[in-house]
Every structure is written in C-alpha cells, then in structure tokens.
C-alpha cells in the first residue's frame, strides 16, 4: 500500500495494483501472447459476400511496427499475418482494428489462418477460420 500526503497533512491510501501493466514501464516476464478469433460476422458474409472476422489479441498489441528495433517493445507488440486458402503469398496486418476484412472471395469453401507475429515477423501462434462464401444474386443488391 502506498501513502500520500496532501498538502494539509491528511493521509490518502492507494492500492498498488499487483501487475501495474502500463506502456510506459516495461513489464518483466510478460504472460504469454493469446489470440481469440472468431466466425466471419453472418450478415456481411450472406448479403455481399464479405467475410469481416473479428479478432482479439491479449497480451500482445498490433501496431504498424517493424525490424528488430521495435523487438524490445514492452507491453510486447508485432503484426498479424493473413494467409488465405494455402495460397502461397500472405499479408501482413498492423492495423489493430479488431477484425480482417476480406473482399472478393468467390462462393465456395475458404481457409484464413491469423498469426501473431513479432515486429522480425518470428511467428508466436495462429488460429484457423474456416467458412463457406454463398453465391450472391447481384441483381438483389
């Protein structure tokens, strides 16, 4: 427990929180990364074709970082990576938003694995999505 004093004398008690997680302060033995990823939303997936995943990342923060300056970064932080359908090329995601937008897929099955990813691109886990794409009549759009 801390103790304050005002200017008056009076003492004010605060609690020292146990794990003070602040991005100023570097945290020494970080838990683990985690990343929670669900279902495309149904709406968007069924009426355009439009597979908004959400996503959600603890213990880890996605920020547009790279290369092995940003490697010593507390809380840790690095990018995500977006393979679709074992296609042989990915993107990379630094945007943060909570969710992987992807347009134009044609009706069908489809796989997408999302990684965690270090600002040297060194991967720290993924998780597999995979769903189906309906054929969309355009002339009801």
């Known amino acids: 427990m801390t103790t304050i004093l005002l200017a008056a004398g009076t003492p004010i008690y605060a609690q020292t929180p146990q794990h003070a997680a602040t991005q100023f302060l570097p945290i020494k033995n970080e838990p683990a990364p985690k990343l929670f990823v669900d279902q495309p939303l149904p709406r968007p997936l069924i009426t355009r074709g439009v597979a908004i995943i959400p996503y959600r990342a603890e213990n880890f923060r996605i920020l547009p970082i790279f290369g092995a300056g940003a ?7 690095g990018h995500l990576h977006v393979s679709i359908d074992d296609l042989p090329w990915r993107r990379a995601d630094a945007g943060g938003t909570g969710a992987i937008v992807l347009t134009g897929l044609p009706p069908g099955e489809h796989k997408v ?29």
Do not use: C, M, N
Not at 122 to 128: A, E, F, N, P, T
């Open 113 to 141: 694995l999302i990684e965690i990813a270090t600002p040297e691109h060194q991967v720290l886990g993924g998780k597999v999505v995979k769903f189906t794409v309906p054929a969309i009549d355009s002339s009801h759009l």
């Open 71 to 77: 490697t010593d970064i507390s809380p840790r932080a």
